[in-house]
Structure formats: structure tokens, C-alpha cells
């Protein structure tokens, strides 16, 4: 059961690159790890998933060291609107129950 | 279509009412999901339908009995509930049953209030 650790909230000014670390020290071999972000009162929004080195879609960045004890997702120059909570989540393809939210990262963007 | 849709958006019950939630999606995924997510919380997994067949978190109280009529609609039924089971309610759907390594798609929750 891969736990996942992030910090409990960060602040950022709009326009900087943000970047928010999970560590998950017991991942496995199988394991995948995607970010979700979510806003007060919407169901959690897929970022942006990998497995290992680094991986970059139009909105995000992920970056996973080759031990993949931690993994960093970057958001490039926030907006207001990149405020909400950041979740990261570790599982592979088995049962899903084994697969758990961490308690997610509640970022702040302030003008 | 990439969604999914969840009604009520919200609902208010007593403790003695049977209520359901309802959750569709027609994205052709062979898996859905139910979470229950407390306020500040983080979503967690409550019942996994997976090409139709149940798997259920055994902490989950008897009191939440889910149903998948099909691969493409999902409900929650509920009966005699604690005011402790208020919360948002969330549907999710995947490729497969394997929430770790697919990517769920959430619909937008059922915000749950037991007076």
C-alpha cells in the first residue's frame, strides 16, 4: 500500500512556476502516479500521470528521480484560477482499494 | 462525451428516508466508482464496479447498497442514514477497474446533507 505524503498547502504569486513534491517511499514496481486537481464543491480533475523520468502535457510537468521515492508536479506561471487542492495518487493495475488519495496540497495563488 | 453526470446535485434527508444517487457515463469505461469525500478531506473509495462485478470497501456501512443496472449508469441507494454520513458524494468512471493506473474521470458529486 504505496502512502503518499505532500505538504498541506503552499502559497504562490500569479505567473510563477509552482512546484509541489509527493513522496511515496514505498511505491512498487507496478506503481503509476497521477496528480488530480480539484475545486470546492467539483469532483478531482486529471492533471497528468507517469511512471518514471518526466513527463509534459499543456498543462503540467512531472518529474520522477530514477529511485521514484517522490515525484514533483510543476505548474508554469499560475493563474488565479490554479488555486484548488492538488492530490497525488499511486497504484498500479490491481485491486483498487490499494490505491488511496493522499490528504492533497491546497495551493493559494494570490495577484 | 467526456463527462460524468450526477443528480441530485443536492439532496437533504431524513434519517429515516431511502434516497438514491445517480451517475451515468458514456465514455464506453468498464469501470465505475463511488467516493465519499468529508469536507477538507480527501475522496475515499466506497464501492468499485468493474465490468459490472462489485467489489466493496468493508468498512463502508450496510446502510449505502450501490447498483450498476449497466456498464454506463451507476446508483447509490440509501436508507437510514446518520447525520455523520453528510458529505459529497462523488461518481468516478475509468478505462478498467484500476484506479491507480487509469485515469478517472469524475462527475461534478451529490452534496449529501442527513438532518
Known amino acids: 500500500l504505496a502512502k503518499t505524503t505532500q505538504p498541506i498547502s503552499m502559497d504562490s504569486y500569479e505567473g510563477q512556476e509552482v512546484n509541489i513534491t509527493c513522496s511515496h517511499n514505498n511505491i512498487a514496481t507496478n506503481d503509476y502516479i497521477t496528480w488530480y486537481q480539484q475545486f470546492p464543491s467539483q469532483g478531482p480533475r486529471f492533471i497528468i500521470q507517469?511512471?518514471?523520468t518526466k513527463v509534459t502535457n499543456e498543462v503540467a510537468s512531472l518529474f520522477i528521480p530514477a529511485d521514484r521515492k517522490s515525484s514533483t508536479l510543476s505548474l508554469p506561471r499560475v493563474s488565479l484560477s490554479d488555486t484548488a487542492v492538488y492530490y497525488c495518487?499511486?497504484?498500479?493495475?490491481?485491486?483498487?482499494?490499494?490505491?488511496?488519495f493522499g490528504a492533497g496540497t491546497r495551493l493559494f495563488v494570490k495577484a | 462525451d467526456t463527462e460524468v453526470t450526477q443528480t441530485p446535485k443536492h439532496l437533504v434527508m431524513g434519517m429515516t428516508n431511502k434516497k438514491s444517487l445517480k451517475c451515468e457515463q458514456h465514455?464506453?469505461?468498464?469501470?465505475m466508482y463511488w467516493y465519499k469525500q468529508k469536507a477538507k478531506k480527501p475522496p475515499e473509495l466506497m464501492f468499485v464496479?468493474?465490468?459490472?462485478?462489485?467489489?466493496i470497501n468493508e468498512s463502508v456501512p450496510s446502510r449505502f447498497s450501490p447498483e450498476c443496472p449497466n456498464s454506463s449508469l451507476l446508483n447509490l441507494h440509501l436508507h437510514a442514514l446518520q447525520p455523520e454520513d453528510s458529505a459529497l458524494y462523488l461518481c468516478?468512471?475509468?478505462?478498467?477497474?484500476?484506479?491507480?493506473?487509469?485515469?478517472?474521470?469524475f462527475g461534478a458529486g451529490s452534496r449529501l446533507t442527513v438532518l
Open positions: 464496479y468493474s465490468y459490472e462485478k462489485l467489489s
Open positions: 468516478a468512471s475509468s478505462p478498467e477497474g484500476a484506479p491507480g493506473a487509469n485515469v478517472l474521470t
Open positions: 495518487l499511486v497504484g498500479d493495475r490491481g485491486g483498487g482499494f490499494k490505491t488511496i
Open positions: 465514455m464506453g469505461h468498464r469501470a
Open positions: 507517469g511512471y518514471k
